[in-house]
């Protein structure tokens, strides 16, 4: 037997590097797949419905939170190792706690509070990979409600004579 059997007998730690790993071969095997498949559609001028170049950058900028997710992820498992796989903080203390909400005005005589400066690096990241996906989801929304108004404004004629059956 492997002696680093020992190692992996906590099911968190084990469900942790499940999890890196499913998400890196789910986003290997099937969505890179998928985004060339797009590209592939996008260079075929015969394809219906043809993807556009802001749609190939809004599957892409999702791509990228996925990579920044799986890279978190494995940077979990850098430092779960360092630390002879054992947690690094105890189970009480993991539970996220919300820091007090930023005022939206700065009280007088104090200055304005940096919520951002507080929390820390892999917070933050988060925070910033979830700002990234909201502007992603908005451009989509965006480019979507302009698709369906010129849809919209579509008129079909009909002659009378076809009308009648």
Known sequence: ?????????????????????GSAQLLMSQKFQQFRELCEENLNPNAHPRPVSQ????????????????????????????????????????E????PPVPKKPLKGHPPLARDRSLESSERQRLEARKRLLAAKRAASVRQSSATESADSIEIYIPEAQTRL
């Not at 968190?12 to 790993?21: D, E, H, P, T, Y």
């Not at 892409?60 to 992820?73: G, P, T, V």
């Open 96 to 99: 996220r706690r919300m820091p």
């Open 55 to 94: 749609d190939l950058a809004g599957f892409w900028d999702m791509l990228q939170l996925s990579i920044e997710n799986i890279s978190l992820k494995f940077d979990e498992l850098h430092q779960l190792k360092a630390n002879h796989w054992k947690p690094l903080t105890p189970p009480e203390i993991q």
């Open 1 to 21: 037997m492997c002696s680093c059997v020992c190692f992996f007998s906590s099911p968190a730690v084990l469900g942790k590097i499940r999890s890196a790993v």
